[in-house]
C-alpha cells in the first residue's frame, strides 16, 4: 500500500470522509493543545527595549512583551511586565497610556521581532519548523480580525488579516532558509548573547 494515500496516522483515504486527509494536516487553525506553543501566551522569556532608559527588559511571554510594547511609560511598562499571567497583560495593555504612532505598520514590527526572538530558542524553533507547510491561522472567538480569523456567528467567513499566523510563517520561512547555518542558542544561552534583534 502506498504511503501516498495514507496520512501520518496511517488512516486510508475513506470516500464517505467529508473531510480530505491532507485538508486537515494542511491548516492549523486553532493555537492550543499540541499546538500551543504558538500562542503569544505560551511561556517564554523575550526581550524589548525600554524607550526611556535603552535597557532590555524581558518579559515571561510575547504577549507581555506586545502589551508592554503599547507604552513608553515606564510605570506602565513594569505594570504590564508583572501580570502573573499573559491573560493578564493582555488586560493591562488596554489599559496603559499609549504612545503615539502605535499603527498597524508599527503593531506588526513589533511582533515580528518578538517573534522572532521566540523561535530562535528551542524546542520552539524545531516545534515551529514541524508544522511544515501547514497554513497557520489564529482561529479565534473575541473578534480578532486583525492578529486573526474569529470564528463567531458575525465573522465567520469574512476573512480575518491573519497577521499573527502570516508572521509565524514568515519566521518559519526564515529559519527554515537559515537552518543549515548550525547549531541555535537554548533559552538559557540567549541571555547572555549579543545578537541583535
Ligand atoms: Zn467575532
Given amino acids: ?10 488512516r486510508g483515504p475513506y470516500l464517505s470522509d467529508p473531510a480530505p486527509v491532507d485538508r486537515t494536516a494542511s491548516r492549523i487553525d486553532s493555537f492550543t493543545g499540541e499546538y500551543g ?4 501566551f505560551y511561556p517564554v522569556e523575550v526581550r524589548f527595549p525600554d524607550y526611556k532608559s535603552q535597557m532590555t527588559m524581558n518579559y515571561p511571554s510575547v504577549e507581555h512583551g506586545y502589551q508592554a510594547a503599547k507604552t513608553i511609560d515606564p510605570n506602565h ?5 508583572s501580570a502573573e499571567t499573559a491573560s493578564e ?8 497610556t499609549m504612545r503615539s504612532g502605535w499603527n498597524a505598520t508599527m503593531r ?16 520552539l524553533r524545531s516545534q515551529l ?13 473575541w473578534h480578532d480580525q486583525f492578529w486573526g480569523d474569529c470564528r463567531c456567528p458575525q465573522h465567520i ?7 499573527l499566523g502570516e508572521l509565524l510563517m514568515k519566521v518559519r520561512r526564515e529559519l527554515r532558509s537559515e537552518s543549515s547555518a548550525g547549531p541555535r542558542p537554548t533559552q538559557d544561552a540567549t541571555s547572555s548573547s549579543g545578537s541583535a534583534t
Fill in 108 to 123: 506588526v514590527s513589533v511582533m515580528a521581532g518578538l517573534l522572532r526572538q521566540k523561535f530562535r530558542l528551542e524546542p
Fill in 37 to 40: 506553543f504558538l500562542s503569544n
Fill in 157 to 163: 467567513g469574512m476573512g480575518g488579516l491573519n497577521w
Fill in 1 to 10: 500500500m502506498s504511503d501516498e494515500f495514507t496520512d501520518s496516522a496511517g
Fill in 77 to 81: 511598562r513594569d505594570w504590564v511586565r
Fill in 89 to 96: 497583560a493582555k488586560r493591562r495593555g488596554q489599559k496603559v
Fill in 129 to 141: 519548523l514541524a508544522t511544515g507547510d501547514a497554513e497557520l491561522i489564529e482561529g479565534n472567538t
